[in-house]
């Protein structure tokens, strides 16, 4: 059974669709990344889950559960983050956590226990009896991030967990995830790619209100391997004739490489039979030295542009 | 830290703990909404600005009754009554309504509404948890305090002190009641607009109906109005019979009716 599984999910306001038929199905335990540009329909897909919006048409199941007729069985097993948080500002944070903590079915020394450790967890520790209206947009977040643990939930759903912080604190809520795994699903929607790359086991890229693909995110990338770099010694301009003459190659261009060596690019139609055939090509020519070949990592940001056709605005790589 | 600081609660603990799914929440909801009527300004102020209000009335009374014979005021007794139960009941209900106009769309502005509706919470028990707590804080803060005041004031000044307590006791039950129906009138137009300004908008403006609509129907019809909550209070502490009774049956009606329909309207009001 998967932690999250929604299937044609829709929502219209008005005459816009936020959603138009959103299939995703994250495994339990995984950390899946949800990706796409500002407007794409995160936001409002997480609404839905999270039960505070409704949807049109189709169904969203967490754990097994209809979202819209156990919601109460499901925001039980759940922790979410909003994007910019926001908490009572005449409490402080130790009181928000024991606020939080006494929806669940947890006792008064269980709550007041978790509460302190999940300061500890986000570094809030030293100032647990300050007033939240007194907190950073950074600590807010990562009080937002407490909370969401308080209930010790199954699926934690964060909406932009890291827009708000510095690199230190993105390193850091990266780490709490990192913790999480294997024990809690994780399901986070960004706009950050370098956090996906480094952090995400799965990944949906949606856009305009859809999934535009869904995947490990080894084979996400893998499969948009479509370059091939090749390294020689010697002049490379009769082995870029010859390798545009072969018909599992789009397109052929010479680079200097390193340390006085040739670099040749290849656009390839079939990367298997391309990385098997190219160094007999070269090897073919006696007055050039073959050292490497081997397929360009892509990137999860050329992957996203590639499926978006662009729509990346609001992306950062970094 | 440990990862099983964050990991999730056991399945066994869930079994362990079912959970109340008509009002869940709603306990926690009310001891916040009071927590924050007491530890912030609210109440204080609240309770200050009606006190001082109501302080004046036996001040006034006394200036005009000319002054003081053998240390005390000789009469205008029901005058001061009247005095104390007007100015609760229409000058203590706008107050009222301003002081409550936010309790739900200032939650929601807020994104705090979003934040608790994403907890194991019944909206039915938010609601109904959000009205109990400002019943309670508005009937302590614009009803009960000042009118300590006012009466202890009264005993201190008038000769004779209180003439009958019951029948103080009465009229503060029924100043009660009026603030009840007014909050609930408050909560029910949270359930259709989702700004402050229309909810006090209408919600005063529904205690002028009764100046429209007497010309067009009886006064049959008109003692139906629950703005006439008034009139028995101020009966009940002049000791006279508590009529008419019309009134404190209709706004009971309105005020479930209000509660009723704003715990329908915000279980399926989306939020984002």
Redesign the interface.
């Known amino acids: 059974m998967a932690a999250i599984e929604t299937s044609g999910l829709k929502k219209q306001y008005g005459k816009i669709s936020a959603l138009r038929g959103l299939d995703i199905s994250v495994p339990r335990e995984s950390i899946f990344g949800f990706l796409g540009p500002n407007g794409s329909g995160k936001?409002?897909a997480l609404?839905i889950l999270?039960?505070?919006?409704?949807a049109s048409s189709g169904s969203a199941c967490i754990c097994g559960m209809d979202v819209n007729t156990e919601g109460?069985?499901v925001?039980?097993?759940?922790g979410?983050l909003?994007q910019?948080?926001?908490?009572?500002g005449?409490m402080s944070g130790q009181e928000t956590l024991e606020?939080?903590g006494?929806?669940?079915?947890?006792d008064a020394g269980a709550v007041r226990r978790?509460a302190g450790?999940?300061l500890?967890?986000v570094d809030l520790a030293g100032v647990a009896n300050r007033k939240v209206g007194g907190y950073s947009g950074g600590m807010r977040q990562r009080l937002g991030i407490a909370?969401a643990?308080m209930?010790?939930?199954?699926v934690l759903m964060l909406d932009e967990p890291c827009s708000a912080l510095d690199p230190a604190g993105r390193f850091e809520v990266i780490q709490?995830m990192e913790?999480?795994r294997g024990?809690?699903t994780v399901f986070y929607s960004t706009h950050i790619l370098q956090d996906v790359e480094r952090v995400a086991d799965q990944v949906a890229i949606i856009n305009d209100g859809a999934c535009l693909r869904q995947s490990k995110m080894s084979e996400l990338l893998a499969s948009s391997q479509t370059e091939l770099v090749v390294e020689i010694e010697g002049d490379p301009r009769a082995v870029v004739a010859d390798l545009r003459r072969q018909a599992y190659v789009a397109s052929a261009a010479a680079e200097p490489g390193p340390a006085g060596l040739s670099r040749i690019r290849l656009e390839v139609r079939d990367l298997e039979a391309a990385r098997g055939h190219v160094p007999l090509v070269v090897v073919a020519h006696d007055d050039i030295i073959f050292v490497s070949c081997r397929p360009e990592q892509p990137g999860l940001e050329a992957v996203f542009l590639e499926l978006t056709g662009g729509a990346s605005g609001d992306v950062r790589a970094a | 830290m440990e990862s099983a600081i964050v990991g999730p609660r056991s399945t066994d603990e869930r079994a362990l703990n079912p959970h109340r799914a008509l009002f869940a929440g709603g306990r926690n909801i009310f001891q916040k909404e009071l927590q924050e009527w007491f530890r912030t300004k609210r109440f204080g102020v609240t309770a200050l600005l009606t006190s001082l209000m109501l302080g004046a009335v036996p001040v006034i009374l006394f200036l005009n009754e000319g002054g003081l014979h053998d240390g005390r005021i000789n009469s205008g007794y029901n005058g001061s009554m009247d005095a104390w139960m007007g100015l609760t009941l229409t000058l203590g209900a706008y107050l009222i309504v301003a002081l409550t106009m936010g309790m739900i769309v200032k939650e929601e502005d807020a994104g705090t509404a979003q934040w608790i509706f994403t907890k194991p919470v019944s909206r039915k028990g938010y609601v109904l948890a959000k009205y109990a707590a400002n019943v309670v804080a508005v009937v302590l803060g614009a009803v009960i305090v000042p009118s300590i005041v006012f009466i202890a004031l009264t005993a201190a000044t008038q000769s004779g002190g209180i003439h009958d307590w019951a029948a103080v006791a009465e009229g503060l039950a029924f100043a009660s009641l009026n603030a009840s129906v007014v909050v609930a009138i408050v909560l029910g137009l949270s359930g259709v607009f989702r700004a402050s300004a229309p909810i006090a908008g209408i919600a005063i403006g529904i205690g002028f109906v009764p100046f429209f609509f007497d010309r067009f129907v009886t006064e049959k019809v008109t003692m139906f109005f629950p703005v006439n909550i008034g009139a028995i209070a101020t009966n009940a502490v002049r000791s006279e019979p508590l009529t008419p009774w019309q009134p404190a049956v209709s706004g009971i009606v309105i005020l479930l009716v209000a509660v009723a329909f704003a715990c329908y309207r915000i279980d399926r009001r989306q939020l984002q």
């Open positions: 936001t409002t609404s999270a039960g505070l919006a409704q109460m069985a925001r039980e097993r759940i979410f909003r910019d948080p926001r908490f009572y005449w606020f939080t006494r929806f669940f079915p947890l978790r450790e999940m500890e967890l909370q643990l209930g010790g939930p199954e709490i913790r999480l024990s809690t």
